[in-house]
């Protein structure tokens, strides 16, 4: 074999190796593509999860509170909480109590608009998890005197309440 003739066989060799490493390394970024989805799709639902838990906890522990049962089921029984004027039910005692409570509901419902718009949570549980809840529960906080949030959530319950009030409709 001539010299020119080793170094086509060298040229040909080489575009087989260039051309292998290339599927090779498709093969691994489609691979690595699917254990990212799959790693985001795990994370999402475990912060699903602790969401979840996380107000499943509060929902039972208000339930067993000796302080905060009692004034629930009281505003239940006077209209809460679609009819805002079930607050007037309340002594101040249990109005500070339930405000307590209240404030710690929006901080929840706050956190939870965050992830929403940080694309942690997908639309349809924006739609009809959160922005549900907080159409309702907003003119309670509004009569409470609750304004302790981040600017983005209280202009999104100002943009719901305006929407709401255009349809008349509860989403």
Same mark, same amino acid.
């Given at each position: 074999?001539?010299?020119?003739?080793?170094?086509?066989?060298?040229?040909?060799?080489?575009?087989?190796?260039?051309?292998?490493?290339?599927?090779?390394?498709?093969?691994?970024?489609?691979?690595?593509?699917?254990?990212?989805?799959?790693?985001?799709?795990?994370?999402?639902?475990?912060?699903?999860?602790?969401?979840?838990?996380?107000?499943?906890?509060?929902?039972?522990?208000?339930?067993?509170?000796?302080?905060?049962?009692?004034?629930?089921?009281?505003?239940?029984?006077?209209?809460?909480?679609?009819?805002?004027?079930?607050?007037? =039910? *309340?002594?101040? &005692?249990?109005?500070?109590?339930?405000?307590?409570?209240? $404030?710690?509901? +929006?901080?929840?419902? !706050?956190?939870?608009?965050?992830?929403?718009?940080?694309?942690?949570?997908?639309?349809?549980?924006?739609?009809?998890?959160?922005?549900?809840?907080?159409?309702?529960?907003?003119?309670?906080?509004? =009569? *409470?005197?609750? &304004?302790?949030?981040?600017?983005?959530?209280?202009?999104? $319950?100002?943009? +719901?309440?305006?929407? !709401?009030?255009?349809?008349?409709?509860?989403?």
């Amino acid at each position: 074999m001539t010299i020119i003739e080793l170094g086509a066989l060298g040229e040909l060799v080489g575009a087989v190796a260039v051309v292998a490493t290339l599927v090779y390394l498709a093969a691994q970024i489609r691979h690595n593509t699917r254990v990212m989805e799959e790693n985001e799709r795990l994370a999402l639902a475990q912060t699903y999860q602790m969401r979840a838990d996380s107000l499943q906890t509060m929902l039972v522990q208000a339930a067993d509170s000796t302080h905060i049962a009692p004034i629930i089921t009281k505003l239940i029984d006077a209209g809460y909480p679609e009819d805002v004027d079930s607050l007037d =039910a *309340l002594d101040d &005692t249990e109005r500070g109590r339930f405000r307590q409570w209240h $404030i710690a509901q +929006l901080t929840h419902w !706050d956190n939870m608009y965050f992830q929403y718009e940080q694309g942690f949570l997908d639309e349809e549980y924006y739609a009809h998890s959160i922005r549900a809840r907080v159409v309702r529960l907003a003119p309670i906080w509004r =009569a *409470l005197g609750i &304004t302790g949030m981040r600017d983005s959530f209280a202009q999104e $319950i100002e943009r +719901l309440a305006a929407a !709401d009030r255009s349809t008349g409709t509860d989403r």
